[in-house]
């Protein structure tokens, strides 16, 4: 059974930084690719970055690119999202998800997480 658990959440002011942390279990993380997603209250879920298994690729929301970071930490079973100058419309609830399939740069996911809320007040 996978289980992602997100943490680093919260209340900022916009130009504030804040960092997100996925732990994850339940099979070898080292893998799978995994990805940071967003629900704003009304709209759909989107993705908002992505690494491959192994680490070598990430990709990003245009709306995010140049202020958010992801990465990973294999030994730790761990995914980060690193998000600077953050604005107003960052605000939502932020999903950590994991591949549905190992060792592949496209995938969908398979898992996810609970979610954590992160509000940029302007």
């Known amino acids: 059974q996978v289980q992602l658990v997100e943490s680093g959440g919260g209340l900022v002011q916009a130009g504030g930084s804040l960092r997100l942390s996925c732990a994850a279990s339940g099979r070898t993380f080292s893998y799978y690719g995994m990805g940071w997603f967003r629900q704003a209250t009304g709209k759909g879920r989107e993705s908002v970055a992505k690494?491959?298994?192994?680490?070598?690729?990430?990709n990003y929301a245009d709306s995010v690119k140049g202020r958010f970071t992801i990465s990973r930490d294999n030994a730790k079973n761990t995914v980060y999202l690193q998000m600077n100058s953050l604005k107003p419309e960052d605000t939502a609830v932020y999903y950590c998800?994991?591949?549905?399939?190992?060792?592949?740069?496209?995938?969908?996911?398979?898992?996810w997480g609970q979610g954590t809320q992160v509000t940029v007040s302007s």
């Open positions: 998800a994991a591949a549905n399939r190992r060792f592949t740069s496209t995938w969908t996911p398979g898992y």
């Open positions: 690494i491959t298994w192994n680490g070598g690729d990430t």
